[in-house]
């Protein structure tokens, strides 16, 4: 079901543990076919239930993330939009290794409580690629926390600002899922990056083989 290993393409993200399966490494793979870009989920493990991790990890990504399965029946996951959105990615497949085989999935609301600033933030998509983000609450400091987690998408999901409060996908297409899921991680960007970091040095530490670096 999953890619020969030699067909597995460039590994972009690793979770070298994965607390909710016997510690094992699972890796994001991405594949570039025909200008089309392709990404696998996959695990060296031959641990009993480590293809039904993989397999729960898929379908996470699918569902907090957007991808939908590509048609080449090697169980991979494309973005809708065919573009390559690497950065988003990795965080959907971060998160969705967060999460425990079996648990419910649901997309993240374009809506999110933002601790920090005590006001709801909405994103509120134009169905081509731009979300403008409001929030709730005194006017005394909106702007700039609005402004703040507008960066933050732009730095996690790979995004442009057009406005202080307008990000928007190259690629033209609507991202709900991805927006909803990295909303709740652009509150706090700086933990987000460091988690990223954090997993990319201990990635390359334990890594299997270097072959795919
Ligand atoms: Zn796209």
Same mark, same amino acid.
């Given at each position: 079901?999953?890619?020969? $290993?030699?067909?597995? /393409?460039?590994? $972009?993200?690793?979770?070298?543990?994965?607390? =909710?399966?016997?510690?094992?490494? $699972? /890796?994001?793979?991405?594949?570039?076919?025909?200008?089309? =870009?392709?990404?696998?989920? =996959?695990?060296?493990?031959?641990?009993?239930?480590?293809?039904?991790?993989?397999?729960?990890?898929?379908?996470?990504?699918?569902? *907090?993330?957007?991808l939908?399965? &590509?048609?080449?029946?090697?169980? /991979?996951?494309?973005?809708?939009?065919?573009?390559?959105?690497?950065?988003?990615? @990795?965080? $959907?497949?971060?998160?969705?290794?967060?999460?425990? &085989?079996?648990?419910?999935?649901?997309?993240k609301? *374009?809506?999110?409580?933002?601790?920090?600033?005590?006001?709801?933030?909405?994103?509120?998509?134009?169905?081509?690629?731009t979300?403008?983000?409001?929030?709730?609450?005194?006017?005394?400091?909106?702007?700039?926390?609005?402004?703040?987690?507008?960066?933050?998408?732009?730095?996690?999901?790979?995004?442009?600002?057009?406005?202080?409060?307008?990000? @928007?996908?190259?690629?033209?297409?609507?991202?709900?899922?991805?927006? /909803?899921? *990295?909303?709740g991680?652009?509150?706090?960007?700086?933990?987000?990056?460091?988690?990223?970091?954090?997993?990319?040095?201990?990635?390359?530490?334990?890594?299997?083989s270097?072959?795919?670096?």
């Amino acid at each position: 079901m999953v890619a020969h $290993i030699e067909d597995l /393409g460039r590994r $972009i993200e690793l979770v070298s543990m994965d607390k =909710h399966f016997h510690d094992i490494s $699972i /890796g994001l793979y991405e594949q570039a076919e025909g200008g089309a =870009h392709n990404f696998v989920v =996959h695990t060296y493990s031959r641990l009993d239930g480590a293809a039904d991790r993989v397999a729960f990890l898929s379908k996470a990504m699918m569902t *907090l993330g957007g991808l939908e399965r &590509t048609a080449n029946g090697h169980g /991979g996951l494309r973005f809708p939009c065919g573009a390559e959105h690497a950065l988003g990615c @990795r965080r $959907i497949f971060l998160e969705s290794c967060k999460l425990a &085989t079996g648990s419910t999935l649901d997309a993240k609301p *374009l809506s999110i409580f933002d601790k920090k600033s005590d006001r709801t933030v909405t994103v509120t998509s134009d169905g081509a690629g731009t979300y403008r983000l409001t929030a709730d609450g005194p006017e005394d400091g909106r702007d700039r926390r609005v402004g703040a987690i507008a960066k933050g998408l732009v730095k996690l999901a790979e995004m442009e600002l057009v406005a202080d409060d307008q990000v @928007r996908f190259a690629c033209g297409h609507a991202h709900d899922a991805m927006v /909803g899921l *990295l909303l709740g991680r652009a509150l706090n960007v700086r933990a987000a990056m460091r988690e990223q970091e954090d997993q990319a040095s201990r990635g390359v530490l334990s890594a299997p083989s270097a072959q795919s670096e």
